[in-house]
């Protein structure tokens, strides 16, 4: 973990896990970001979810007490045709948030969490429409209803649409930029992957990861979910590379916790 001070703030920052001593204090402003799931990794797969996201503004915690801290890892998947997994929950003192669901693919339909995943194409033979996401904590994944492409994950400020990822949301008016990943902006949803030589679906706010086409000249420009972010992965095309693209894995998340200096 690290801290620093912002105006009459101090803020603590972890993106991995640790513990976290309150001191004399007793009222804490914390965020907990969950790991975002990874995108479905077969033919027109669905964009993965972010992980659930809960701001906590005065939360009480007990003085000269120290807290686990946990920072959950984002949802994986080791390339086309495998089986790919949901992100993992953060744990910020008191505080849970649920990890983002994985994208659809034809493999097996979305999965549910903070937000949830994008569904896979239609005749994919898996395509149960977009997974739900937790109320306070994130949206549902989208349902695309066409035949070439995977629709996008929900995001914190948004649910999934068509093939795109949901946004994420901006934290920077309370945590400010200084040391804090991707300008304090937070879980968007993965965009969805993409066949029959169409382009793929964006990830979301500039973090989600982008989906693949399953032709690298229709591909939109390959990008993982930010790091730190929470953000879903993008849905795999089938045939399409990216080079060094980690076919669609979910970010992990983070934990800020600020307090009157």
Known sequence: ASNWTSGSYTIHKFISSGTFQTGPRTSFDILVVAGGGAGGSNVKAGGGGAGGTIYTANQTLSAST????TVGAGGTTSGAGSFVTAGNSSVGSVIVATGGGHGGDSNGGPSTGGSGGGASATGNGTNTGG?????GQGNAGA???QYWGGAGGGGKGSAGSTKNGGSGTDYSGTFGTLNVPNSAVFAAGGGGGAGNNKTAGT???GIGGNGVSNESGYAIQCRDA?????????GHGGAGTC???????????IVLIRYTT
């Open 66 to 69: 120290t807290y686990t801290v």
């Open 226 to 234: 930010a790091t730190n972010s929470g953000s879903g992965g993008g």
């Open 131 to 135: 997974a739900a996401g937790i109320s």
């Open 203 to 205: 990830g979301g706010s």
């Open 143 to 145: 349902t695309y209803g």
């Open 243 to 253: 080079g060094a693209y980690n076919d669609g894995e979910g970010a992990d998340g």
